[in-house]
Structures are given as C-alpha cells and as structure tokens.
C-alpha cells in the first residue's frame, strides 16, 4: 500500500470513533481483520476504504481516482485518462448488477463472491500473503524466547 488516498482511507477504517487517532482497541481490531478476517469483514472493509465520501456507493468518479493512482504510468501517445474513463465502464459492466452507475455494497459484494480476485479491484488495501506471514512468523515468535527480558 503506496498510495496516499488508500493510506487515508485505511487509517479512516481503523479510527472507528473518528477521533483523528488508532487507539489500541481500534488497532487490534484492524491487525484481526488483516490476519484472521473472514471474506465477509474484508469486504465491508475494501468497501468502505473505496468509499471515499461515505456515501454507501463506489461512484465513477471515486473509481477513476483509485484506478488512476494505483496503475502504472506508460509513455504512450493516447491521454492515459482515456484508457482510465474505459477501464472504469469496463468496471462498472464487469460489478454493477443493478445497473444504476455506481456501485452499491450489494454489487460489490455479488461481484466479489463470484470472483474473489476483485476484491481489491481499485488498489491494494490488504497486506500481501508474504507480508503476513513475515509479520505473523515475527510477532507470533516462541514465548520462551522472551524469558531473558
């Protein structure tokens, strides 16, 4: 996770009491969702990161922003927002069930179920298989070694 709106938007999601600040309880509860979360508690998260405005719909526009952070820049002779713009309807075609434009948590959520590789469809905001597990083989290190302390 590099990208700054992603970062905010993460942080958001673990600051339930929208205090400015991670408290411990909110902390643990963010770590249990990264390490332990059922497909169910990643989904309400993804979702609501995507969300920017909290409105309960991933709109066009929030899509664009996301997709046109997280891809690739490639020199290229085309107007990169073009193939942005196309990408966002091929989207929306691919995730909106109810065809209304924007995507609902019910849309995202039939979509996601189907193919679970969309669940980070606008940008990483879980941690990586590998990252996990490196975190969890530090943290979850023998007892016995900390006796010294």
């Known amino acids: 996770m590099t990208d700054d709106m992603i970062m905010d938007r993460v942080y958001r999601s673990f600051d339930k009491d929208n205090d400015g600040c991670v408290n411990v309880s909110e902390w643990i509860c963010g770590l249990s969702l990264f390490l332990r979360g059922t497909l169910e508690e990643k989904m309400k998260y993804c979702f609501e990161v ?3 405005n909290g409105d309960g719909f991933i709109s066009k526009e929030e899509m664009f922003h996301m997709l046109k952070n997280s891809l690739l820049k490639q020199p290229s002779e085309e107007d990169p927002d073009e193939g942005i713009k196309d990408l966002v309807e091929i989207t929306l075609k691919k995730m909106d069930h109810d065809h209304d434009g924007k995507l609902s948590f019910s849309d995202y959520e039939q979509a ?9 469809a ?3 905001c879980l941690p990586d298989p590998k990252s996990q597990m490196e975190f969890e083989a530090h943290i979850f290190k023998d007892p ?3 006796n010294d302390v």
């Open 112 to 120: 996601v179920r189907e193919e679970t590789l969309l669940l980070e």
């Open 122 to 124: 606008f940008g990483p």
């Open 50 to 52: 995507f969300d920017f």
């Open 144 to 146: 016995n070694e900390f």
